[in-house]
Nanobody
């Protein structure tokens, strides 16, 4: 089982990034997916959740209208389009896949928003 995030980097405030999470080794289409972020010294914070079919989506209030989550079950990939980035979005971003008692995490990709 693997979840591999990519697409992070350093960007100026107001910029955009698109994160991807490539899955392998499990039945991706049966798992609800979540983007979670964490900064040093703080607990993890869920950013966005999407169900198996992609028709039920939730966002953290502070990212609503700026971030868009999507999934491609055929490609076994989760995405997070992040626009109008703010310094407060700086964090290590993880993808998480859950189904019943099965719970998988990626290794994370760093997003840094700074001028």
């Amino acid at each position: 089982v693997q979840l591999v995030e990519s697409g992070g980097g350093m960007v100026q405030p107001g910029g955009s990034l698109r994160l991807s999470c490539q899955a392998s080794g499990f039945t991706f289409s049966r798992y609800d997916l979540t983007w979670v972020r964490q900064v040093p010294g703080k607990g993890p914070e869920w950013v966005s959740r999407i169900n198996t079919r992609g028709d039920t989506i939730y966002y953290l209030d502070s990212v609503k209208g700026r971030f868009t989550v999507s999934r491609d079950n055929a490609k076994m990939t989760l995405y997070l389009q992040m626009n109008s980035l703010k310094p407060d979005d700086t964090a290590l971003y993880y993808c998480r896949a859950r189904s019943g008692s099965y719970d998988y995490w990626g290794q994370g990709t760093q997003v840094t928003v700074s001028s």
